[in-house]
């Protein structure tokens, strides 16, 4: 485990600040979501709390399984069911929402798949890791340290069996 110089920490205060600054950045830029989708279980809150300060009600999740542990991922990220129908993201302008870009490959995924059926598509992260193959239009913090956040730096409270949802 890497100790507290080697982190980055989020906590729940600055996450609050994050998503309005990035949320202003989206502002300033004239970018007007039709549909905020994020990316579960990182984007989630990014997505919630970017819907209310963009006045966009129309929300949206996506689950995409990449990383199965602390520096642990699957060869490919996997969109798990349910998704988003094609046909519901028709014509829209669509804000997609995750925590970090660090590969890059699970927003790609995503991209791709919005690609073909709206109208536009952009990225909004909290960070963005230097070597990402995807590079957001819209950035809180770049590192490329680990990075601590507020929902996921404690373990759970349960076990659960991992692997994807069947």
């Not at 080697?6 to 970018?31: I, M, N, S």
């Not at 046909?87 to 302008?93: E, N």
């Not at 960070?127 to 929902?151: M, N």
């Amino acid at each position: 485990m890497a100790d507290e110089r080697e982190r980055e920490v989020l906590t729940y205060e600055l996450f609050g600040t994050a998503v309005r600054e990035l949320a202003q950045q989206v502002v300033d830029d004239g970018y007007e979501p039709d549909l905020v989708l994020s990316i579960a279980r990182g984007g989630l809150g990014l997505g919630m709390g970017l819907g209310y300060a963009l006045d966009v009600k129309n929300l949206s999740a996506i689950n995409v399984e990449f990383y199965t542990g602390v520096d642990t991922r699957l060869e490919m990220p996997v969109m798990l069911p349910p998704t988003p129908e094609a046909v519901d993201l028709s014509g829209l302008k669509v804000l997609i929402a995750d925590d970090v870009a660090d590969t890059g490959k699970t927003l790609r995924v995503v991209q791709e798949y919005c690609a073909d059926h709206v109208l536009e598509a952009r990225s909004v992260v909290i960070y963005e890791k230097p070597w990402t193959v995807v590079h957001p239009e819209y950035v809180w913090r770049r590192t490329d340290r680990w990075i601590d956040f507020p929902w996921s730096s404690q373990p759970p409270l349960v076990t659960r069996s991992r692997g994807l949802a069947h």
